[in-house]
């Protein structure tokens, strides 16, 4: 997990046009999704809710959250009329749509694994958002975000081949494999 969190710190430290009030909400917001799959894999896994269950049961209070910040955070926005255009209706109700899907794949997922698997993935998102506005938009990324694109990678791949790193360094002779309390 060290070379996956310093790779993700070092992408977003490596941005050039980033605020530390949006580094602080991005740590926070990582921080509570990680919070968000360890709760949903203890009731997917644990209490053996299904997924639709769960979507349906945090529906609501997601909703009542949001459009409590909304009404906060937009209190001085001055509302315009509404649209009569009807694909903008159906954009909106196509990203309703997807939204509901995400979250329903998202629950599945989270009860097929676990939420440590869930978080990792999640970090794969930031470098995802960096490659893309790479390739779309043709933003400038510096030297740090290159190292911390590599880094997450590279924390992903000792993620997900933890057998393969522990035979390794069981052969290099860094960790032996029969220790009592090591694990593995």
């Not at 998102?125 to 990324?141: E, I, M, P």
Request: with cysteine; glycine share 8%.
């Amino acid at each position: 997990m060290g070379p996956l969190c310093l790779g993700a710190a070092c992408s977003l430290a490596g941005e050039l046009r980033t605020p530390p009030a949006g580094c602080g909400f991005l740590l926070a917001a990582t921080c509570l999704r990680g919070l968000k799959s360890i709760q949903q894999s203890a009731l997917l896994q644990e209490e053996r809710l299904d997924a639709v269950t769960l979507l349906y049961a945090t529906s609501l209070p997601s909703f009542c959250l949001l459009a409590g910040a909304a009404l906060v955070l937009e209190a001085g926005v001055a509302l315009s009329p509404a649209p009569t255009d009807c694909r903008l209706w159906a954009c909106i109700l196509l990203s309703c749509l997807l939204s509901v899907l995400y979250n329903l794949a998202s629950f599945s997922l989270l009860a097929l694994t676990s939420a440590l698997t869930v978080h990792v993935l999640g970090n794969l998102t930031v470098v995802g958002n960096l490659v893309l506005s790479r390739l779309l938009f043709g933003s400038h990324l510096s030297t740090l975000s290159y190292v911390g694109i590599a880094l997450t990678l590279a924390g992903m791949f000792l993620y997900h081949n933890c057998e393969v790193v522990a035979s390794w360094a069981a052969r290099w002779g860094f960790w032996r494999r029969n220790q009592p309390g090591k694990g593995l």
